[in-house]
């Protein structure tokens, strides 16, 4: 009984030469104008996402260097002949002079060593040998090591090719030896123009099935960029469908995948705010066996369509979509809003990551969908939501501070009694630059006389000090200003601490020119403590911790008052840790 010989399509249609290379000219002519001007390096690093060709290339790289009879393209560039006996002997992979190493099992210290023993000898039969390390991330750090003074000064007639889908986890020691070539995910024009000539040639022998375009279009979707995921599919759906021709509703069915038609009409019930339509559109798909993580992930892949085209309505040449399609949801999305498209992107790809560890994925799936069938309503509920959670915890913030106990001031007794009228304690008079008319004579003299603008000399006193330094004005809350006599303006204050801080060079300065601002003839600025026997007032106590906090709070208090601070701490958070002038 004979063995049918067989072969996959991904096998069989291999490109066998660089023409055939589809999808990575860019890799293709530069390789060929390297041999054409026979400046060929010593080693190579082949990376990008599976299935774009990085082991084929690197088998055409070995069979153009070991070709008897290269022959010239299109373009005029050397390629493979196909005819000598090295390119049949490498097609038939019986080649000796070709070594593939698969580093994902033989990833360590020793199988790099045998490698090295067998590298010293020369080719048994073409020009070149040729070493494969396909998966080379997979090596370890000491092959590495092992691996980097081979690769730096290699025996002549010696090449190698390194290839890998993770170029990042190769050491940079290793890539700056090489000549790196970076292949992309190849159009999916590209692979579906590819897979109607497969079929082609294969239903000509009457046994593989008819496709239709459709379908082949969706198998090139799903191959994400990768030949190789495209022709497996291609030979899967082959293999178990018996109707001819293969049509869109059969490869839909074995991909799992959602026709363009059903995320047409999931999306119009949500751009429409059908929220019955959506349910039911919904649950039919569950009917059908389609799992919550299928239907987002195809939905996000529509969704970003649509987010695009709204944007750049020219954009469908990076989209690669069929021209019908392109101007369907254009006109879909023509009035809706970006900051909308935008915003469902965004929540059906965090549902996505939930999905995958939720309880109840349908549930999850059918929330979101129905909150972006609500339209702007949930986007402009989340923001007040937000604005009130924000103020909410502003409010917070100001009822701790208020509910702090402050200490009472200690009891004193007046120097001079306290007239009826005022609500301020006692305060002198006070002379102007300008003439001025006496006080009545029936007036105390420890009161302040209206004047005909009805200002406050004192108040004015303590606008100054509150325009110069913060500080300052918070000290002077609980201090009493007397009538300045003989250029000498004093104050009464009966905290130690205060009093102190009051006495300091710069403070005493800022309250003289204040003075000088508001009185006029004031030479000097006396701080007097009640009970103090000199002039020096002592630092502050363990008994006046209340009075310091107290005073820090009320300076605190002064600063949240003004606006900008008050927004940055709204917007940062954080707090006030200390106050400098």
């Known amino acids: 009984m004979s ?19 589809s999808g990575q000219e860019h890799i293709s002519r530069t390789i060929q104008a390297a041999v054409a001007s026979d400046r060929i390096s010593h080693a190579y690093m082949f990376s990008g996402p599976r299935g774009t060709g990085k082991t084929s290339a690197a088998r055409l790289l070995a069979k153009i260097l070991n070709c008897q009879n290269l022959e010239k393209d299109a373009s005029g560039l050397p390629d493979c002949c196909r005819v000598c006996d090295n390119c049949r002997r490498i097609e038939e992979m019986n080649f000796m002079d070709i070594i593939e190493i698969d580093a994902a099992s033989n990833n360590g210290v020793e199988d790099i060593r045998q490698m ?7 080719p048994a039969e073409g020009r070149y040998k040729i070493y494969i390390i396909d998966e080379v991330h997979m090596l370890s750090g000491s092959a590495f090591n092992a691996f980097l003074k081979t690769l730096e000064e290699p025996p002549p007639n010696v090449i ?16 700056s030896r090489c000549q790196c070539f970076d292949f992309h995910s190849v159009s999916r024009r590209t692979i579906q123009a590819r897979l109607e000539e497969i079929v082609k ?8 099935p008819v496709f239709e375009t459709e379908a082949l279009a969706m198998i090139a979707e799903c191959a994400q960029g990768g030949f190789r995921d495209g022709l497996s599919l291609l030979d899967q759906i082959a293999s178990s469908i018996s109707e001819q021709p293969v049509k869109l509703d059969h490869v839909l069915k074995l991909t799992r995948r959602l026709s363009y038609t059903t995320l047409k009409e999931i999306t119009g019930a949500v751009f429409a705010h059908d929220l019955g339509t959506l349910v039911k559109l919904l649950h039919e798909l569950y009917s059908l066996g389609y799992e919550p993580l299928t239907i987002g992930r195809d939905l996000l892949e529509y969704l970003r369509r649509c987010m695009i085209l709204k944007i750049d309505g020219e ?12 101007t369907e949801i254009k006109a879909q999305v023509a009035d809706l809003q970006v900051r909308y498209l935008i915003g469902s992107v965004s929540r059906v790809e965090r549902a996505l990551l939930n999905i995958r560890s939720s309880f109840q994925a349908r549930v999850l799936l059918e929330s979101e969908l129905i909150r972006l069938g609500l339209g702007d309503e949930i986007f402009a509920s989340e923001a007040v939501e937000k604005r009130i959670e924000q103020l909410e915890q502003k409010v917070a913030a100001l009822r701790k ?9 200690p009891a004193r ?9 005022p609500a301020r304690p006692a305060l002198s008079s006070v002379p102007s630059r300008n003439f001025a008319p006496p006080p009545p004579p029936h007036m105390p003299d420890n009161v302040v006389p209206m004047t005909v603008r009805q200002t406050d000399p004192v108040a004015d006193f303590r606008s100054a000090v509150a325009r110069r330094s913060n500080v300052c004005q918070a000290l002077l809350v609980n201090a009493r200003v007397k009538k300045p006599e003989g250029g000498t303006l004093t104050i009464v204050i009966e905290q130690a601490f205060a009093a102190g801080k009051l006495k300091e060079a710069k403070n005493m300065s800022l309250l003289l020119e204040a003075a000088k601002d508001v009185f006029g003839a004031v030479e000097t600025v006396k701080i007097h403590v009640p009970g103090a026997t000199s002039d020096n007032v002592p630092p502050p106590q363990a008994d006046h911790r209340e009075q310091i906090a107290r005073l820090d709070e009320q ?23 200390d106050l400098e002038e």
Do not use: C, H, M, W
Not at 401 to 409: T, Y
């Open 116 to 122: 090295r023993e067998k590298v010293k000898y020369r």
């Open 401 to 409: 501070i208020a509910a702090r106990p402050v200490a009472a001031a």
């Open 201 to 208: 040639l294969e239903s000509a022998d009457g046994i593989f």
């Open 315 to 326: 954009a469908n040449q990076l989209l690669d979509l069929p021209a019908e399609q392109a």
């Open 3 to 21: 063995v049918p010989n067989r072969q996959n399509l991904y096998r069989k249609y291999r490109p066998q030469r660089f023409s055939e290379l």
């Open 413 to 421: 007794e007046p120097a001079v009694p306290a007239p009826p009228l």
């Open 160 to 175: 190698f090719v390194l290839a890998t889908t993770d170029p990042q986890k190769v050491p940079a020691t290793i890539i």
């Open 555 to 577: 300076a605190r208090q002064k600063l949240l008052q003004k606006p900008s601070i008050a927004d940055a701490i709204d917007i940062f958070g954080g707090e006030i840790v």
